[in-house]
């Protein structure tokens, strides 16, 4: 998948997302889109709630999409912030990410066009999952 015109596309799927943020505390729209292992995109926005705890991540959002729909597999990643330069999932997303691919390659964007490309591992290299817990 990771010809660029994908990426792109990807990108583009993300910054509508975006566009769909609930995010009336902060005013701190994101936008996700995931391509799972069948190839469908699935997106998400962030979603904010007034009792702060209860809000929920784009990435999250796009991610849980895909395996509700039953996707197991999850290939890229692309984030799009309004932000001086690209950033990256939170600790949370990270966490819930690792579950499905600690080398889940993550492009992350802004609306000016800078695009920073990494590996899930490389931004979260001590991840706790399954072989974490293995005796």
């Not at 292992?37 to 702060?52: H, P």
């Not at 705890?53 to 692309?78: D, P, Q």
């Not at 309004?82 to 600690?102: H, K, N, S, Y």
């Not at 609306?111 to 005796?135: H, N, T, V, Y």
Request: glycine fraction near 6%.
């Amino acid at each position: 998948m990771k010809k660029e015109n994908d990426l792109d596309r990807l990108i583009e799927k993300a910054k509508e997302a975006r566009k769909k943020a609930y995010a009336s505390y902060s005013n701190f729209l994101v936008g996700a889109a995931v391509i799972g292992g069948s190839g469908k995109i699935f997106t998400g926005c962030n979603i904010e709630n007034s009792s702060f705890g209860l809000t929920i991540c784009a990435e999250r959002v796009a991610l849980f999409k895909a395996v509700s729909e039953g996707e197991k597999e999850v290939k890229i990643l692309a984030l799009v912030t309004d932000t001086q330069t690209p950033v990256w999932p939170c600790g949370a997303c990270r966490q819930v990410l690792a579950e499905f691919d600690r080398e889940l390659l993550i492009v992350s964007s802004n609306l000016k066009g800078q695009k920073e490309e990494k590996k899930l591992s490389e931004i979260f290299p001590e991840a706790f999952d399954k072989r974490s817990m293995k005796k």
